[in-house]
C-alpha cells in the first residue's frame, strides 16, 4: 500500500509539506509572542525579570515534562489525531493566556508547551513515515525554517498590534494562526484528523521476503521478527545521549536570546520597544538559510561537520553582542542561520540512526525532552544574571558555553552517522 493511501493523504505532493508548514507557524510563534511586550506586562501585572524570563521557560520546561504525555498520546491514538490534538490545545492556551492576569498568563503559557511538546515529538514522526528517504531532509528543512518563520511574524506583529489595540490583543490574534493549520491538516489528512471519529481501517501491509519462507507464520514468525525489528531503548544508546546535550546547548541558547534580545538591543543600543522587536526577528528569519541550507549540506557532509561549521557560525552571536553590539545585525545573521541550522541537522541525525516508526517516537521524545529540559533554564537564567549583574555580559558568557556545548559534545556524538 502506498504511504499516501495507508495515512489518508490526499495524493498531491505538496500538500503534506504545506500542511506542516502551516502547523509549524504554531509551534514556536506563540513562546516569543510576549517578548517584544513583555515591558508593556511587567508594568500592567507587576511581573518581576525572573517571573517574566518564565513566559519563555514554561513552554520549554514543559516541552521536557510533557514529553513522556506526549509519546503516550501519540502511541495510543495515531500521529494524524495526535498533530490535530496539539493545535487545538495551542489554539486553548493562547486564548487563556490573552487575560489579562498573572495567573492566567502563566496557566496559559503552560498549556501552550503542553500543546507544543506533542507537535515536537509527532512532527518527525510524520516526517519520517510519509516522506521518502530523498526528500526526508529537505522537508525537515521547511519544518524548522517554518518553526522560525512563525517566529519572526509575532517578534515583527506583536509590538504594532499592542500599539494599537494592547497586548492581551496582540498575544490573542495568532490564535488564528492554530485555526487556519487545523483546517489544512484536516483537508490534508481527511477523517483521520478528527480526535473523536473513527480512522478508516487501512488493509494490512503484507511481509514478504526471506522470513516468510524460513518460518511462515504463527508465534514463532511473531517472536522471531520482534527478536530483529525490536529497536534499542534510546537510554541505551550512547548517541543517545550525546544528542540530547547538543540539543539541549542549542535550545539554551536559542530560547535564552529569543527572550532576551529586544530587552538586550534597547538596554546597549537604544532601540524603541517596537524596533527592538524587529530587529530580534532579523534573528527568527535568518534560520530559514539555515534550515534549508544544512540539508543540502547533508548530501555532501557527514553530519559531524556540519554540526562543527553550525557551532562554529552560533558562536559569533554571544561574542559578536558582547564585544561590538553595534554590530548586531551581523551577529543576528550569523547566529539565526547557525540556530535554524543546529536544530535540522540533529533531527536529520535522528531520522537517519532509526529503524522503525516506534524507534523514531522514542528517540524523538527522549533527545527532545531532555535537550528542552536544558534549554527551558535559558531565559530564567540569562534573567536571574541579568537582574543580579545589570548588564548582560554574564549571560552571554552562558550563551557562550551552550554553544560549544552543542559544537563538542555534537560532533563527537555523530561522527559515526554517515
Known amino acids: 500500500m502506498s504511504t499516501a493511501a495507508r495515512t489518508g493523504l490526499r495524493g498531491a505532493a505538496w500538500l503534506l509539506p504545506a500542511a506542516i508548514v502551516l502547523i509549524a507557524l504554531n509551534f514556536r510563534g506563540p513562546i516569543v509572542a510576549t517578548a517584544p511586550v513583555i515591558g508593556d506586562i511587567r508594568v500592567d501585572l507587576g511581573l518581576s525579570a525572573t517571573i517574566a524570563g518564565l513566559l519563555t521557560t514554561i513552554p520549554v520546561l514543559c ?3 510533557a514529553t513522556p504525555f506526549a509519546s503516550w498520546v501519540i502511541a495510543k491514538a495515531d500521529p494524524e489525531r495526535a498533530v490535530s490534538l496539539s493545535l487545538v490545545i495551542v489554539l486553548a492556551g493562547t486564548v487563556v493566556r490573552s487575560m489579562p492576569s498573572a495567573a492566567a498568563l ?7 508547551g503542553i500543546g507544543i511538546t506533542i507537535g515536537n515529538v509527532v512532527i518527525p514522526v510524520v516526517i519520517r513515515r510519509d516522506t521518502s528517504p530523498e526528500r526526508v531532509g529537505l522537508v525537515t528543512g521547511v519544518y524548522t525554517s517554518a518553526l522560525n518563520v512563525g517566529s519572526m511574524i509575532t517578534s515583527l506583529g506583536t509590538a504594532p498590534i499592542a500599539e494599537a489595540w494592547g497586548w492581551p490583543i496582540a498575544i490573542a490574534v495568532w490564535a488564528v494562526l492554530a485555526v487556519v493549520a487545523g483546517l489544512a491538516w484536516t483537508y490534508a489528512v481527511g477523517a483521520r484528523a478528527a480526535w473523536l471519529r473513527s480512522a478508516p481501517a487501512g488493509e494490512p501491509v503484507p511481509v514478504t521476503g526471506p522470513i516468510d519462507q524460513v518460518l511462515g507464520t504463527g508465534s514463532l514468525r511473531a517472536a522471531a521478527e520482534q527478536a530483529l525489528y525490536e529497536p534499542v531503548r ?12 547538543a540539543f539541549g546547548g542549542q535550545a539554551f541558547s536559542y530560547y535564552a536570546l529569543t527572550a532576551w534580545i529586544p530587552t538586550l538591543l534597547h538596554d546597549e543600543i537604544g ?14 528569519i535568518l ?35 558582547l564585544f561590538a553590539p553595534q554590530l548586531w545585525l551581523l551577529w543576528s545573521v550569523l547566529g539565526g542561520a547557525a540556530q535554524g541550522g543546529g536544530i535540522t541537522v540533529i533531527f ?7 529503524s522503525s516508526d516506534a524507534d523514531a517516537r522514542r528517540m524523538s521524545a527522549f533527545v527532545q525532552g531532555g535537550g528542552y529540559l536544558i534549554g527551558s533554564a535559558g531565559p530564567l537564567v540569562a534573567g536571574t544574571l541579568h537582574g543580579a549583574t545589570g548588564d548582560w555580559t554574564a549571560p552571554l558568557l552562558v550563551v557562550l558555553v551552550a554553544v560549544l556545548t552543542l559544537g563538542v559534545v555534537g560532533t563527537v556524538a555523530a561522527r559515526r552517522v554517515s
Open 287 to 321: 534560520a530559514v538559510v539555515g534550515a534549508l541550507g544544512v540539508p543540502a549540506l547533508a548530501s555532501r557532509w557527514k553530519p559531524r561537520a556540519i554540526i562543527a561549521l553550525v557551532a562554529f557560525l552560533w558562536l559569533a552571536m554571544p561574542l559578536g553582542l
Open 106 to 112: 502563566l496557566i496559559g503559557t503552560a498549556v501552550i
Open 234 to 245: 534510546p537510554a541505551r544508546r550512547l548517541i543517545t545521549w550525546g544528542l540530547t546535550l
Open 63 to 65: 516541552f521536557a515534562l
Open 271 to 284: 532601540f524603541s520597544k517596537a524596533s527592538s522587536g524587529a530587529s530580534s526577528s532579523v534573528f527568527q
Open 348 to 354: 536529520i541525525v535522528i531520522v537517519r540512526i532509526v
